[in-house]
């Protein structure tokens, strides 16, 4: 089945406690993307990647890293997490390397992390 | 630049009523728009999505949005709601603007369903 997988699905951690959030997509798509998802705010980009080892910055990067490795993980790293990164986070893909205007972005289940 | 305006972030309607959950849309290239689905406790999935050709697009679960370019609008509706539609949904854009496009989203709709 095609799809894209986030692990773990639910995390409550503590300030400044490094984590990584898991995504994984079976599609061979160029392009992924993590998004964080806030009431009020819908979803907002925090980093894209057009091909292995090509990353770019999104609308909110701040306090965010990522990896490009393999084509088909794009994990979200959070070296000092704070709880203002508290939020619901969703990982995309799609077929296009520029992440194509026209093309379907397909999302994971998301993730919901809690910071303390 | 691009951005997404959705008006209304709760609407209620009755099973068996019209749904209309309204989109605005500003680009300054030409765009494609999409209608993305949220079921609780899921990620997005997509509803529907316009890109070139005809201009009343139809999406899966009886929805259908019209992109209409004077009024910069693409308004989702469907003739009668289900219980199964209450879901938060969410208008997005995109456009070609360099290397790399770029997915705008509205602030989304939580649509309500009463018996």
């Known amino acids: 089945e095609a799809q894209v997988t986030q692990n773990p699905r639910y995390l409550i951690t503590v300030t400044g406690k490094k984590l990584t959030v898991t995504c994984s997509q079976n599609?061979?798509?160029?392009?992924m993307s993590w998004y964080r998802q806030d009431p009020g705010l819908g979803l907002r980009q925090i980093y894209y990647?057009?091909?292995?080892?090509?990353?770019d910055k999104g609308d909110v990067p701040e306090g965010y890293k990522v990896s490009r490795k393999e084509k088909r993980n794009f994990p979200l790293i959070l070296e000092s997490p704070s709880p203002n990164q508290t939020s619901l986070y969703f990982c995309?893909?799609?077929?296009?390397?520029?992440?194509?205007?026209?093309?379907?972005?397909?999302f994971g289940p998301g993730t919901r992390l809690t910071v303390l | 630049a691009q951005s997404v305006t959705q008006l209304g972030s709760h609407v209620s309607v009755s099973e068996g009523a019209l749904v209309l959950l309204r989109c605005n849309y500003s680009?300054?290239?030409?765009?494609?728009l999409f209608w993305y689905v949220q079921y609780p406790n899921q990620g997005l999935q997509l509803l529907l999505k316009?890109?070139?050709?005809?201009?009343l697009v139809k999406g899966i679960n009886g929805f259908e949005a019209e992109f209409k370019k004077s009024e910069t609008s693409f308004h989702l509706t469907k003739p009668s709601a289900h219980m199964s539609d209450a879901a938060e949904y969410f208008c997005?854009?995109?456009?070609?603007?360099?290397?790399?496009?770029?997915?705008?989203f509205g602030t989304g709709t939580r649509l309500q369903v009463t018996l």
């Open positions: 995309a893909s799609s077929l296009s390397r520029g992440g194509g205007a026209s093309d379907t972005q397909y």
């Open positions: 599609m061979n798509h160029e392009y």
């Open positions: 990647s057009m091909n292995v080892e090509v990353t």
């Open positions: 680009s300054s290239v030409p765009p494609y």
């Open positions: 316009y890109t070139t050709g005809a201009t």
């Open positions: 997005a854009v995109s456009a070609n603007t360099g290397t790399a496009s770029k997915l705008t």
